[in-house]
């Protein structure tokens, strides 16, 4: 899609022409992205209304006039705004249902950290009895996350399970109640006749349809025989991290007139992120999601750490110590694939996007050749000297070259601090570094 936008750039005006052939590549691309034709169909059709239309302003160019329509467009197809989880019981109950193989489990567990995160007390019921070891599964996540899992050893009765689990909510002062079902490899009466029964017996606030990003329209049709059998209230869409294209988050919201609520981005229980139809659009068309990167950055760094860090970079005193504790908070937002993903895709950040910048084994090795160095040597590099760089490169699996390279680029830091340094007296560099500093713009 971002190429349909670079071939509009270089026209003057928008005719009908440059339109049709907008809207086509717009199509393929959204068709080869496993978006359901009729949904492709409605999409484009909304669109080419809105294009012809639109009053032309002489502040925007075609192709911006374009990409701000597609871009509206795209977040009434993923939901329109963000929706939260209604919480309002005491316990709230959340009612997790879908295929087997969906990531139901999983999310479960991911869903109770977030939740924990945000200053819940929640308990997990684990009322998936039909596959083996499911329960095992979710105990081993609780105890991971650090939220308690309810189960009962030789239990056979799920909705007998999911009512108990909630009154020990209530006897343990539980907040939040998050019941995880048992899934078939298909939709059949029996599945159905039990996740109602279910949530018959704990009259969730929520039922959340876990849908796996990789099964492309098999996810769309298994979404709408849910909503013909319950009342879903949302979608927590998993496995986008996979090399499928997606489409499936714009065909299920379509299909079942629910909200993604949730993604599942990655394999650890921090890979569970909130779902904005507004970020997400940009993030399509290229435009970036910088909002989403400073929260990671947020949940990461610890505001204390970035205030002593920002005072050292000001006084010019960053050390190797200082770049490999940076190289570790990175680490912890995840691949840096997906930070850069995060970035807008032209202007000053394209560089950053070319294969080669994007080396994580460059930076493994990097924190390994900080980690072989003495503490003195870290503090102060000018001591190292040939038989030193040796016995480093020895211990880090390195050369003696990737060593002076390093040394090479850290100075360059320096320097580039230096001269930050004496452009900014007066300001307070640790109110820019900090975690809920100023937002871009500001």
Do not use: C, W
């Not at 639109?54 to 075609?62: G, M």
């Not at 099964?215 to 025989?225: I, L, P, W």
């Amino acid at each position: 899609m971002q190429g349909v936008f670079k071939e509009l750039r270089g026209e003057g005006h928008l005719t009908d022409f440059h339109l049709e052939q907008a809207l086509r590549q717009i199509r393929l691309s959204l068709l080869e992205a496993d978006v359901a034709l009729p949904v492709v169909r409605d999409f484009t059709a909304r669109v080419k209304e809105r294009a012809v239309g639109a009053k032309v302003t002489q502040q925007l160019s075609p192709a911006q006039e374009v990409t701000r329509i597609v871009r509206d467009e795209l977040m009434g197809l993923l939901g329109g705004v963000h929706t939260d989880l209604a919480l309002q019981g005491k316990p709230a109950v959340i009612l997790l249902v879908g295929l087997q193989g969906s990531g139901k489990t999983t999310s479960a567990g991911k869903l109770a950290r977030h939740l924990k995160t945000r200053g819940r007390y929640p308990l997990v019921v684990a009322a998936d009895l039909a596959r083996p070891a499911a329960v095992e599964q979710l105990i081993t996540l609780g105890r991971q996350v650090g939220v308690p899992v309810f189960s009962r050893s030789g239990a056979s009765d799920p909705v007998a399970l999911a009512r108990d689990g909630v009154r020990e909510a209530k006897q343990t002062g539980r907040d939040t109640v998050i019941v995880d079902t048992a899934g078939r490899l298909h939709i059949d009466e029996e599945l159905m006749t039990q996740v109602r029964e279910v949530a018959a017996a704990v009259e969730p606030q929520e039922i959340l349809f876990v849908a796996d990003a990789m099964t492309g329209q098999d996810a769309v049709r298994s979404a709408a025989g849910f909503a013909e059998a319950l009342p879903l209230t949302g979608i927590i869409l998993t496995k986008t991290d996979g090399d499928a294209r997606g489409g499936a988050a714009l065909s299920v919201v379509t299909t079942t007139g629910k909200p993604i609520k949730f993604v599942g981005v990655g394999e650890k229980p921090e890979d569970f992120e909130p779902f904005h139809p507004d970020r997400m659009a940009s993030r399509i068309l290229g435009l970036g999601d910088v909002l989403t990167l400073i929260e990671k950055v947020e949940q990461t760094v610890d505001a204390e750490s970035a205030r002593r860090l920002a005072e050292k970079t000001s006084a010019g005193e960053f050390t190797l110590e200082d770049l490999r504790d940076q190289l570790a908070s990175m680490k912890k937002m995840g691949p840096l694939e997906g930070l850069l993903d995060l970035l807008p895709k032209g202007g000053a950040f394209k560089a950053l996007r070319q294969p080669e910048s994007v080396d994580e084994k460059a930076l493994t090795r990097v924190s390994a050749i900080i980690d072989s160095m003495t503490q003195e040597e870290r503090r102060y590099p000018q001591v190292l000297n040939g038989s030193r760089k040796k016995r480093i490169a020895g211990g880090s699996g390195t050369s003696v070259a990737e060593i002076n390279r390093l040394l090479k680029q850290y100075q360059q830091m320096r320097r580039m601090m230096r001269s930050a340094r004496k452009g900014m007296r007066g300001l307070d560099m640790s109110k820019l570094m900090m975690p809920g500093g100023p937002r871009p713009g500001t």
